[in-house]
């Protein structure tokens, strides 16, 4: 399992397509290969009320945290990092070339003994 947690600044609705991001994230993680397609979660969620750098409303921010049951080796996820980042920075560099925007990602474990999972996805994928 992973899931993709998005937080951002509320003012980067007005510059990023935030549906499409997240989707290009799921791809992304499906891409590294380490991460299980029918366990992968991607969601965002906004934040009204920040205050960046010198306090400029025209500041923004976009944070990724992955959390990921944990088995894998450290050369495992750091690649898997890498790649999702650099699908992040793809996505985002039209509006990094214009905008103040900062872009963080971090990778995590969850331990598994302290995290029961269930669910269905499994049976209801389509099959290719």
Not at 1 to 28: I, K, P, Q, T
Not at 78 to 89: H, M, R
């Amino acid at each position: 399992m992973a899931h993709l947690m998005v937080d951002y600044s509320a003012n980067v609705e007005d510059w990023v397509d935030m549906a499409g991001f997240c989707d290009a994230l799921r791809v992304a993680a499906i891409e590294t290969g380490a991460l299980p397609m029918p366990g992968i979660r991607v969601r965002a969620m906004r934040a009204d009320h920040v205050s960046i750098a010198d306090g400029a409303p025209d500041h923004g921010y976009i944070d990724i945290s992955v959390r990921l049951r944990g088995g894998r080796d450290l050369d495992t996820r750091k690649a898997a990092t890498a790649l999702i980042f650099a699908a992040a920075e793809a996505f985002l560099k039209p509006v990094m070339e214009t905008r103040s925007l900062a872009l963080s990602l971090e990778m995590r474990d969850i331990d598994p003994e302290l995290s029961p999972k269930t669910g269905t996805i499994r049976d209801h994928l389509k099959k290719a």
